[in-house]
């Protein structure tokens, strides 16, 4: 799941780990404690992108992620996965086949596998929100 990128970029890239115990959110592995994003895996995709694995399993992943003003992910889609988006700050622009909707703080959007997709930060100030996606995402995308 690579989203909110700039020009040309993509979510996809290597998975770094982040500071403190990380062992509970590592693919597969089942959280038995608090997840923040202190202790969760961190990856960078996109253009100055960030996401914080807080659950990573093969059937569900929870994902924290902050995308800077401007940022866009490349359109793509999901063969298996079905994905939801929480908007917790800030607000964004989701396209879902080739509908534009405006998500604010509190709101949220389906997007069902197959369903060709993009997120977009047109504002001027950062965006942080949840993708949750059964099964997990990372590996079923296809980039348009």
């Known amino acids: 799941m690579a989203k909110r990128f700039q020009s040309g970029s993509t979510r996809s890239g290597s998975a770094q780990p982040g500071s403190g115990p990380a062992q509970s959110v590592h693919k597969?592995?089942?959280?038995?404690?608090?997840?923040?994003?202190?202790?969760?895996?961190h990856y960078r995709w996109g253009v100055d992108c960030d996401a914080w694995y807080l659950v990573n399993e093969e059937q569900l992943s929870v994902i924290e992620e902050f995308m800077p003003?401007?940022?866009?992910?490349?359109?793509?889609?999901?063969?298996?996965?079905?994905?939801?988006?929480?908007?917790?700050?800030?607000?964004?622009?989701?396209?879902?086949?080739?509908?534009?909707t405006l998500?604010?703080?509190?709101?949220?959007?389906?997007?069902?596998p197959g369903k060709r997709h993009q997120i977009r930060n047109p504002s001027s100030s950062p965006v942080r929100f949840l993708v949750i996606s059964h099964p997990r995402s990372h590996g079923d995308r296809i980039d348009e």
């Open 103 to 112: 998500l604010h703080a509190g709101t949220g959007i389906r997007v069902l």
């Open 28 to 41: 597969g592995a089942v959280t038995t404690g608090p997840v923040s994003r202190e202790n969760a895996e």
């Open 69 to 100: 003003p401007g940022a866009a992910e490349i359109r793509h889609h999901h063969t298996k996965a079905q994905q939801f988006f929480y908007i917790v700050s800030g607000e964004v622009l989701m396209e879902v086949e080739g509908q534009t």
